[in-house]
T-cell receptor
Framework: GQNIDQPTEMTATEGAIVQINCTYQ??????LFWYQQHAGEAPTFLSY??LDGLEEKGRFSSFLSRSKGYSYLLLKELQMKDSASYLC??????????WGAGTKLIIKP | GAVVSQHPSRVICKSGTSVKIECRSL??????MFWYRQFPKQSLMLMAT?????????EQGVEKDKFLINHASLTLSTLTVTSAHPEDSSFYIC?????????????FGPGTRLTVL
């Protein structure tokens, strides 16, 4: 079956760095997405990785290793507004998104 | 660019009534639209995928007669929850993609919170 694993919850301090991991087992691979979702709101797109390596976009970076079925989202210089759920999703061979359950990130002052 | 709107944002209805939710892509043509349901503290659950002009493809366990999806144009899809019951209360989110069967990000609407009394 298809499976996406990410931690349920993480806590970090304002100004610090946090890494949210995601491992996956899917039938085929056409890219991995990270989305941010604030409580009661729809997800917003953060990043897309289809090749191995690190993609940097401001304070957020996303890494992919296809051979390991592994990705992480790195958030630097954490701000209180970064408190949200972070969803990892993999696009399988049918171009269908398989969603992880999300990681709730709590930022403390 | 790539803005998706949803209407209404919140709806409260009585058990047994039907509710229609609209999803519009405002500045692009959405070849494919997706409907998700999200219960509190849970991840997104894909309900169905629809391509313009064709019947929607429903996920296993989703009743097609209860959740009617119409994707009549490249900018509009509607989800009608028929004979709603309290267990249908949830956050319904649509998303749109510019491609059909290709690697494109999904642009999400703001969601509709449905409460069935």
């Amino acid at each position: 079956g298809q499976n996406i694993d990410q931690p349920t919850e993480m806590t970090a301090t304002e100004g610090a760095i946090v890494q949210i991991n995601c491992t996956y087992q899917t039938s085929g691979f056409n890219g991995l997405f990270w989305y941010q979702q604030h409580a009661g709101e729809a997800p917003t797109f953060l990043s897309y990785n289809v090749l191995d390596g690190l993609e940097e976009k401001g304070r957020f970076s996303s890494f992919l290793s296809r051979s390991k079925g592994y990705s992480y989202l790195l958030l630097k210089e954490l701000q209180m507004k970064d408190s949200a759920s972070y969803l990892c999703a993999v696009m399988d061979s049918n171009y269908q998104l398989i969603w992880g359950a999300g990681t709730k990130l709590i930022i403390k002052p | 660019g790539a803005v998706v709107s949803q209407h209404p944002s919140r709806v409260i209805c009585k058990s047994g009534t039907s509710v229609k939710i609209e999803c519009r892509s405002l500045d692009f043509q959405a070849t494919t639209m997706f409907w998700y349901r999200q219960f509190p503290k849970q991840s997104l659950m894909l309900m169905a995928t629809s391509n313009e002009g064709s019947k929607a493809t429903y996920e296993q366990g989703v009743e097609k007669d209860k959740f009617l999806i119409n994707h009549a144009s490249l900018t509009l899809s509607t989800l009608t929850v028929t004979s709603a019951h309290p267990e249908d209360s949830s956050f319904y989110i649509c998303s749109a993609s510019r491609l059909a069967g290709g690697p494109d990000e999904q642009f999400f609407g703001p969601g509709t919170r449905l409460t069935v009394l």
